[in-house]
């Protein structure tokens, strides 16, 4: 399935991934300079995205939304370490902030 990074220069980088992958699987290898403080745990906040379609991806967790300090399970906002790919998330747009 193809995902679409949208750097924060506005630059797009497609990249291949498949169900059960995280986002910080695929981001990490691309060269793409995004920073994993905790290495994926979903503790530092680092890695936030922007996910253009929420049903697309895992929920998130009670321990992401308190890193993101939401309670919006809704949230378009996400930790790249914690966002699981489903067989739905071909053609996601994922927005690095």
Sequence with gaps: ???TLVLK???EVIVDGNAGDRLMELIE???IPVIFA???AGLCGSCRVKVSDPSKVSPPEDDELDTLDTSDPETEVRLACQVTLTPESDGL???LL
């Design 38 to 40: 905790c290495r994926g």
């Design 9 to 11: 220069d506005g630059q």
């Design 29 to 31: 290898p691309s060269d």
């Design 93 to 95: 747009r994922v927005t």
């Design 1 to 3: 399935m193809n995902i």
